[in-house]
């Protein structure tokens, strides 16, 4: 599969197609990917950081997991949100290659790989983690990988808790490059949601705020709703 599916859709019927028109996508990628924070790559777009912020209101998350970090600064801005909403919680954030020039006392890098969170993530660590529990999935935006973070971290959510699935808009990016995704993201939500029916809920109310999935992760940010 080259393109994505124009009838992709999740269990509940909803499309993966974003009312954001490919041109201004395009223009607003080009932005990310120059985006940091304090000085450090953070690579994220405008809308989903605000988007977070809601989430992080809402949520008020005691432990932020991060696969895929980069050069560490979109575990410092979550760090730094979570200060500034009154939450002492922490950071862990997880990369084959995570930095070593950022010291936090909020933050901790792990080497892992995303698609073997178990050699990283492992049960004793699991249960010392506060909870509620926030899971960013930014690593590969391959199926395989997406997958096995959603199969992962299935075993371990409770009742309530958020895993965001990164960047399923390479679907609707233009180019050779996003091609190459093969729709990996959306693809891994609607195939998990459809193993998964009914323990997890897109919300709607966060990929629609801005305008039908105006996100970088359509019906990609999903809510934990049973056991």
Known sequence: MTEQSPDLKSPCGRSFKSSLAAEALLAMQTGVLRMTYR????????????????????????TVIEIGAKRGGSALWFADMQSAAGINGRVISID???????????????TGDAAALEQTLTPDMLAKLPRPWLISEDSAHTFAVCLAVLRFFDKHMKDGEYIVIEDG??????????RGYKDGPNRAVTEFLSERRGKYAIDAELCDHFGYNATYNPNGWLKRIGA
């Open 169 to 178: 808009i390479v679907s609707d990016l233009p180019g050779k490059l996003y």
């Open 96 to 110: 084959r290659q995570p930095p070593t020039d950022l010291a936090d006392p909020r933050i901790s890098f792990f």
């Open 39 to 62: 000085g450090r790559i953070c690579a994220k777009s405008p809308l989903d950081m605000a988007l977070y912020l809601l989430l992080l209101d809402r949520l008020r998350p005691q």
